[in-house]
């Protein structure tokens, strides 16, 4: 009772009324609020993370080598081997997941959705000049390759 009583006299002497000496001020409210807020529309902005994790190669069962229509390569992590993606292909996505396209061949992301292209899926395509290839085009292209310089006649 006496911590009551002296409580009630510092604050009879300052002036101050019970509403005010609580803990949560008006503006301590709102500057929380705010802080939610920033932080729930911080967590909706922000794409999805992908974290790669390898276990180490000598606790890999790879099994035998694949026989492939392409060329063989690593896998993501680099222990086993598996098949390079040929024309038409689906490649990229994150990490390399959906696999590398063959020699000759380039991944084309799709761009015409918006987001980080690292995560984005793609089509293996023959080798065009930049500024040639737009998106839905891959397959009319595939079989252009670069003229070749002509020797101009004596």
Not at 66 to 94: E, F, L, R, W
Request: proline fraction near 7%; include cysteine; hydrophobic fraction near 25%.
């Amino acid at each position: 009772q006496s911590r009551c009583r002296s409580r009630l006299a510092r604050c009879s002497r300052r002036g101050c009324d019970r509403r005010r000496s609580s803990r949560w001020t008006n503006a301590t409210t709102i500057m929380v609020t705010k802080i939610v807020i920033v932080a729930l529309g911080l967590l909706f902005c922000v794409n999805g993370t992908f974290g790669l994790s390898c276990r180490p190669c000598h606790k890999v069962d790879c099994g035998p080598p694949p026989s492939c229509s392409y060329d063989v390569i690593k896998s993501i992590c680099g222990c086993c081997y598996t098949c390079a993606k040929g024309p038409g292909d689906k490649c990229g996505g994150p990490w390399g997941a959906s696999g590398e396209c063959t020699q000759g061949l380039t991944c084309q992301l799709d761009h015409t959705h918006p987001g980080n292209d690292f995560n984005k899926d793609g089509i293996c395509v023959g080798n065009v000049p930049q500024g040639i290839v737009f998106p839905g085009t891959y397959r009319r292209l595939r079989g252009i390759r670069p003229r070749r310089a002509v020797a101009a006649a004596p």
